[in-house]
């Protein structure tokens, strides 16, 4: 069974650095085509995706947002970091990681995420 | 970027009524779109990928349709407990991006 948790700070600073860790079970990442996102959710609107981290260490990030994020991992503890540097209240979120599933056909591959943690409310405010 | 829009923003049906919700992308995406429902307070759930096969659990009344840059998901018979937020994602390229959602809700 595939669990996902994230933890962090509940509030920062503007302009702090947010760092996020999402600690993980049920799978490992170093297995091929394993991965893992992030994603945030402002109060009452939209999810955004941010960025995503494969199990060779290949990185994808929001093109909005690459200048400030990072992406790491440590497959030997089952945890994948996010960074976001320059926090501002707009960022005020919630910020889930999510497992992505691969699913391939003879003819397709299928990359949705499947399981997905409970999420953490960051708020940004002096 | 592909665009993802999806309409209407908010859906009232009565119990056991047809629920149809649309989602349309800015370019041709194929197959490559999730369905997720997200309940308040609640991460995201996976209904349906590739535009129309049913994830790991999801009860039959729960379908989707399309290709290319029009989608339908469609709730056959709608419950109380399907009263939820509804989204859209693209996977065809980067980024992935989302849906504003439709919020589902009983009349």
């Known amino acids: 069974q595939i669990t996902l948790k994230e933890s962090g700070p509940t509030l920062v600073k503007p302009t702090q650095t947010l760092t996020l860790t999402c600690t993980f079970s049920?799978?490992?990442?170093?297995?091929?085509?394993?991965?893992v996102g992030w994603f945030r959710q402002p109060p009452g609107k939209a999810l955004e995706w941010l960025a995503l981290i494969y199990w060779n260490n290949e990185k994808r990030y929001s093109p909005s947002l690459t200048s400030r994020l990072s992406i790491t991992k440590d497959a030997s503890k089952n945890q994948v970091v996010l960074t976001m540097t320059n926090m501002d209240p707009v960022d005020t979120a919630t910020f889930y990681c999510?497992?992505?599933?691969?699913?391939?056909?003879?003819?397709?591959?299928?990359?949705?995420?499947?399981?997905w943690g409970q999420g953490t409310l960051v708020a940004v405010s002096s | 970027e592909i665009v993802m829009t999806q309409s209407p923003a908010t859906l009232s049906v009565s119990p056991g009524e047809r629920a149809t919700l649309s989602c349309r992308a800015s370019?041709?995406?194929?197959?490559?779109l999730a369905w997720y429902q997200q309940k308040p307070g609640q991460a995201p759930r996976p209904l349906i990928y590739?535009?129309?096969a049913r994830a790991t659990g999801i009860p039959a009344r729960f379908s989707g349709s399309g290709s290319g840059t029009e989608f339908t998901l469609t709730i056959s018979s709608l419950q109380s407990e399907d009263c939820a937020v509804y989204y859209c994602q693209h996977y065809h390229n980067w980024p992935r991006t989302f849906g504003q959602g439709t919020k589902v809700e009983i009349k």
């Open positions: 590739g535009a129309s």
């Open positions: 049920g799978f490992s990442l170093n297995a091929n085509w394993e991965a």
């Open positions: 999510a497992h992505r599933m691969r699913y391939c056909t003879p003819t397709i591959c299928h990359k949705f995420f499947d399981y």
């Open positions: 370019q041709s995406i194929d197959s490559n």
